[in-house]
């Protein structure tokens, strides 16, 4: 036997993203091999820089996009069920006023221009409610509840609010943490045997007669690799075009239209939990969301972003559009100063040819490629709401290209840390608190909301705060950090402080260095050798 021929996987996923590692968990638990390579760190673009939200798209129904919605309508509940420590029910409160406005290219917005010119573009009451119905309907909800009509004059969501917004709707869906998301699916495809490579380059793949030849690089020592598969996923989100063509060199008219989505991030501008859905008069939407307990987060923007390669930046613009918009509508002027942080992703949507990025559609497309030998799957487009659906879609067609496939499985089983009732948050911080009662009130919820039914493994056998070791600051510990390093493929302060959790905003530039030298110094989990 030749010892230097690579063992064939029968899946080799490009992407860490939460399409790729969705897709990884997903075929893992059918019994297929699966490897996953990840350029940087889990989650380290798109998939941690959404506005971590679990919803149907109620914007969407104004284009007509009825399947999307309903699937996605679907999943929410299916999904908080798996996991009701990163996803929870919130309420969204939709002020309206008679100025509000559609989008131009939506299709609604062209039936109601030829049958009701008078609205020149306005958004009529009757026509919110009929969406809002449609959104409490389509998906078939059984834990949320349905949509209910505010006096904003007497309720206290309309505290925050300038005096003539006078009513409001408000309905459900559901937050997510993102980036956490994908750890946790990561997480589960490796319980189930995938092997996942982090800070791992693609450096090519070709088609060597009915398998897949994959060249790879470890970023950090520079070590390559060779691996051989019976199939091809393409999950590289914003650089999933970019892998076509310049890794895979295969010729396609399919392709990506990149979307920029920016956010600003303030200290707490209201007392409530809901989240605000503001319509502006161009047409566009934005959220106003309670965050990490004392913030708001505030987006988004839509715009085109040309170069996957080029770090996607909240810019000057954005933050006024975004701060222009919230001061339409809260009583409380925000300003530059307010702002205490940004971020920004790139929204990899198939291109369907629509006139504008916020038209363009939110829905996902599979391809197979088969030309020449060793099928590839190419995966354009999605939202993080549909994730669990398109890994499904996408086992549909990998199982006709590798016959013995079993069913699907992922429906409701929990993710690691999600083995309880969705209703049970509160008894498992009280539970954590009783064993722990050294924990902060603070730290005890934050630990709960991280990992779930696995909180009480982070202090382990600690009978005091010092028995957890050094502390980083805003309650992040030695004992945590190791849980992350040797669990969740954390190797730097920014997989832990920004994408692991979101400390980073409460801890200063100091502290977060000390954090990046201690885990330099610290002998992390020897993923490389495997």
């Known amino acids: 036997m030749d010892q230097d021929r690579p063992k064939t996987t029968d899946l080799f996923v490009i992407g860490g993203g939460i399409n790729g590692c969705g897709i990884a968990r997903d075929a893992a638990g059918r019994g297929l091999t699966v490897t996953l390579a990840e350029m940087n760190d889990l989650a380290s673009a798109t998939s941690s820089a959404s506005t971590k939200l679990f919803h149907g798209g109620l914007r969407y129904l104004e284009y007509f996009e009825f399947r999307l919605v309903r699937e996605a309508l679907i999943e929410r509940e299916t999904l908080l069920r798996a996991m009701p420590h990163i996803s929870w029910p919130m309420r969204f409160v939709l002020p309206y006023h008679r100025d509000m406005r559609f989008d131009s290219e939506t299709p609604t917005s062209r039936l109601l221009g030829l049958f009701m010119p008078w609205m020149k573009g306005r958004r009529p009451a009757w026509l919110i409610r009929l969406g809002l119905f449609l959104y409490d309907t389509l998906g078939g909800r059984q834990i949320l509840p349905g949509t209910a009509r505010l006096d904003l004059r007497t309720a206290a969501e309309g505290a925050p609010l300038q005096d003539h917004f006078e009513k409001a709707y408000e309905y459900s869906d559901c937050w997510v943490e993102d980036s956490r998301l994908v750890v946790l699916n990561a997480r589960d495809a490796e319980a189930h045997g995938a092997k996942i490579l982090t800070r791992t380059a693609v450096l090519s793949a070709e088609r060597a007669g009915e398998l897949w030849r994959i060249e790879t690089e470890d970023r950090e020592t520079g070590a390559r690799q060779t691996h051989s598969a019976r199939m091809l996923v393409n999950a590289g989100g914003p650089w999933v075009g970019d892998i076509l063509q310049s890794k895979v060199r295969v010729n396609t008219r399919e392709g990506v239209r990149l979307v920029r989505g920016s956010h600003i991030v303030t200290r707490r501008l209201y007392d409530h939990d809901k989240c605000y859905f503001f319509q502006g008069t161009d047409g566009r939407i934005i959220f106003a969301i309670p965050y990490e307990t004392d913030f708001t987060l505030i987006g988004t923007t839509d715009a085109e972003h040309a170069d996957p390669a080029q770090t996607p930046e909240c810019t000057p613009a954005e933050r006024q559009y975004l701060l222009d918009f919230a001061n339409t509508y809260f009583r409380q002027r925000l300003s530059d100063a307010d702002i205490v942080w ?44 549909t994730y669990r659906r398109l890994a499904e879609s996408a086992l549909e067609k990998i199982g006709a290209e590798l016959p013995g496939v079993i069913g699907p499985w992922t429906a409701g089983v929990p993710l690691p840390g999600g083995d309880f009732p969705v209703e049970g948050f509160e008894a498992l911080v009280d539970d954590l608190t009783a064993r722990f009662p ?93």
């Open 342 to 385: 940004t971020y920004s992703g790139v929204r990899p949507l198939y291109d369907d040819g629509a006139s504008s990025a916020t038209a363009a559609t939110r829905d996902y497309t599979l391809k197979v490629d088969k030309a020449g030998g060793a099928p590839l799957l190419n995966v354009f487009g999605g939202k993080i709401t």
């Open 438 to 530: 050294f924990l902060t009130p603070f730290h005890a919820r934050r630990l709960c909301r991280a990992y779930g039914t696995e909180a009480a493994q982070v202090p382990g056998q600690a009978r005091c705060a010092e028995d957890m070791g050094r502390d980083f600051g805003a309650t992040l510990t030695e004992a945590e950090v190791r849980w992350l390093m040797d669990k969740e493929f954390a190797r730097t302060a920014e997989d832990v402080v920004w994408r692991r959790n979101k400390l980073g905003l409460r801890m200063d530039a100091d502290q977060i260095a000390a954090l990046d030298a201690w885990m330099a110094d610290r002998p992390s989990r020897a993923r490389a050798a495997e």
